[in-house]
């Protein structure tokens, strides 16, 4: 199993920027496939993006794509999601999640473990 807890969620002006991250403990970091998903009031949870074991392929949804970056860091055990040009409808919880499988899915129910969520909320 692993654990996942996010940080770095809170309240910025739209246009700003946010780094999230999502600490990972338990079993081999590495092995996993991460993604990042978001969840907004009254709304279905949403991918925004992924990341496959070795960082070396991502992928974003259209809606953040030039926005977003997802990155991981093996040696830290650490998933990060940077956000810049935040806009009003990124307000969300942002929840990452690990995936025991080479590749990655959009899809919510392919993931394995997920993290507490961290809130984003981006004023106009």
């Known amino acids: 199993q692993v654990q996942l807890v996010e940080s770095g969620g809170g309240l910025v002006q739209a246009g700003g920027s946010l780094r999230l991250s999502c600490a990972a403990s338990?079993?081999?970091?590495?092995?996993?496939?991460m993604g990042w998903f978001r969840q907004a009031p009254g709304k279905e949870r949403e991918f925004v993006a992924a990341i496959d074991w070795s960082g070396g392929t991502t992928y974003n949804t259209d809606s953040v794509k030039g926005r977003f970056t997802i990155s991981r860091d093996n040696a830290k055990n650490t998933l990060y999601l940077q956000m810049n040009s935040l806009k009003s409808e990124d307000t969300a919880v942002y929840y990452c999640a690990a995936r025991n499988h080479p590749l990655t899915r959009t899809q919510w129910d392919a993931y394995d473990y997920w993290g507490q969520g961290t809130q984003v909320t981006v004023s106009s």
């Open positions: 338990g079993r081999t970091f590495s092995s996993y496939t």
